[in-house]
């Protein structure tokens, strides 16, 4: 077959170098985007249940902002116009896209911090600070490790839509796998090639995300027993309330 | 040991607490009785601060709890809550359950913490079950469990919600045997219960509760006996 044969994958292995490095940069933008994302985000989730309205308010709009407006718009924000304006200049494309997938990740994390939090039964919050537990103690030591096991799914389909979404760091010539692909269709003007191959990476770098978000979720779902313990036969007798 | 006078409670325009005054001595076991809704969570509830005072005055040990000025928390570590849910920390085993607030809170050492747990355990009888998880016990063993972990605070007070209105029937009396224990010792309780059999035991004074206010209050054989108030002559004769 004529089109079979006009493949050229020779080109990809030519710009090998540009796909493992661009590989590398969106592993790196879509971590620490993800971490600062996931540390921010636990902040403004606590900081949307508080009453206190000096706290709720900022809270509340920088969700609204970042999940009102898009990722693409914020990373040129960040990058042409905060950052510069900050620092008097560039501090380059890494900076600017992680700040930005950072920022981003943390206003929709917030939210299912928040909803986690929440769906812990109240009588926890109580039972903790009626043994004399400051409020901070309580949320650290019995609530947010209950509420976490209820995050792990939808922050586990952030992280894969952070890894995805990094993508649009390439407007500011960020080094990430789209550009590689770009790179290589210009050089050569062929789409087939470059692009197939850099959905294959992202498909491939999802699966993998997918496959340790379905491991920690199995690890911690249904029960607290740790399971090296878990073969003991324990009778469920039943249990009140 | 607790002064309580004229006591409010408004959940916005809900008034549910009306003018409460009540006096629980040392040692003492205090009954509360009443129909659902009368206010007997909420009245307790208000003794540990889980709920704001809307207007009226608590005293332990002649310290105005609800004050501004007062450390909740400190309060707290004093006055003992059992919950009809039990409220047991699932993600830990029954030793932790005991031992965070003594180490996290007094500041106790593990060492001494593990054992006061142990010895709690002894006491409520599941030494054994020390390192069960709350989802692998029963629900009379998670609620001496609850008592245990209660008792771990060494509180001058403790107050139960209905600790066996959530139980099975063949639970029920592990859970009161422990209490009656505990009242033995000489522990001041105030319970909110159903148990009419424990409250006619154990109280050394009985509280009838209706529509937030106690309308009648005595011994056991003075409620029990011979209730004054035609409400609580209408309660008793529903339950007993
Ligand atoms: N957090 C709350 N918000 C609004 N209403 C409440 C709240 N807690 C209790 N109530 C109301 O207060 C009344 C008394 O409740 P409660 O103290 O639980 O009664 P009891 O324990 O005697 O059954 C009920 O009408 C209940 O609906
Ligand atoms: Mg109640």
Redesign the pocket.
């Known amino acids: 077959m004529d089109f079979l044969e006009s493949i050229r994958f020779d080109m990809i292995w030519n710009y090998k170098e540009l796909f493992i490095r661009g590989l590398w940069v969106t592993l790196g933008l879509t971590a620490v985007g993800y971490i600062g994302g996931v540390i921010l985000g636990l902040f403004l989730g606590i900081g949307k249940l508080s009453k206190i309205k000096w706290i709720y308010y900022p809270c509340k709009y920088y969700v609204d902002f970042f999940r009102g407006t898009p990722l693409l718009v914020q990373i040129l924000l960040i990058h042409l116009a905060v950052i510069p304006s900050i620092f008097g200049h560039s501090l380059g494309y890494f900076v600017s896209g992680a700040t930005a997938l950072m920022l981003n990740c943390a206003a929709y994390n917030a939210e299912i911090i928040r909803a986690g939090i929440q769906s812990i039964e109240k009588g926890q919050m109580e039972a903790a600070r009626s043994l004399g537990m400051p409020k901070r103690e309580a949320m650290k030591q019995i609530i947010l490790p209950q509420a976490f096991r209820r995050m792990i799914p939808p922050l586990g389909n952030e992280l894969i839509a952070l890894l995805k979404d990094s993508s649009l760091v390439t407007v500011i010539a960020a080094n990430d796998l789209l550009y590689a692909s770009q790179v290589v269709a210009g050089a050569y003007q062929r789409f087939y090639e470059p692009y197939v191959t850099v959905a294959i990476l992202y498909l491939l770098l999802t699966w993998v995300c997918t496959r340790v978000i379905a491991y920690v979720e199995k690890r911690y779902s249904n029960s607290y027993i740790p399971r090296r313990r878990r073969t003991f036969s324990f009778s469920r007798s039943s249990v009140g309330g | 040991m607790i002064k309580i006078n004229s006591l409010y409670k408004s ?2 325009n ?1 008034e ?1 607490l009306k003018g409460i005054d009540c006096e629980i001595n040392e040692k003492e076991v205090v009954c509360v009785i ?10 307790l509830r208000c003794i540990n601060l889980l ?1 704001e005072v809307t207007d009226g005055s608590i005293y332990i040990d002649g310290v105005k709890i609800n004050d501004t000025k007062t450390n909740i928390n400190e309060i707290r570590k004093e006055v003992g809550m059992v919950f009809q849910q039990f409220n047991l920390f699932p993600h830990m085993n029954v030793l932790n359950n005991i031992t965070i607030a003594p180490k996290r809170i007094r500041k106790m050492h593990e060492v001494e913490a593990v054992d006061l747990a142990y010895q709690l355990l002894e006491k409520v009888g599941l030494q054994d079950k020390a390192e069960a998880y709350p989802e692998q016990l029963s629900g009379g063993q998670m609620q001496r469990v609850a008592i245990a972990r209660a008792l771990a605070m060494r509180p001058k007070i403790m107050l139960f ?1 209905e600790p066996t209105s959530a139980l099975d029937p063949e639970m029920v009396k592990e859970v009161l045997d422990v209490m009656k224990q505990l009242a033995v010792e000489g522990m001041t309780m105030v319970v ?1 219960t159903h148990e009419m059999g424990f409250a006619r035991e154990m109280g050394d004074r009985v509280l009838f ?1 209706d529509e937030g206010v106690i309308m009648e209050e005595g011994t056991p054989s003075e409620v029990f006996g011979q209730p004054k108030n035609s409400r609580t002559q209408d309660f008793l004769s529903k339950v007993l």
């Open positions: 959940f916005g809900l549910v009443g129909p659902s809704g009368s206010g007997k969570s909420t009245f709920e919600d909110v509760m």
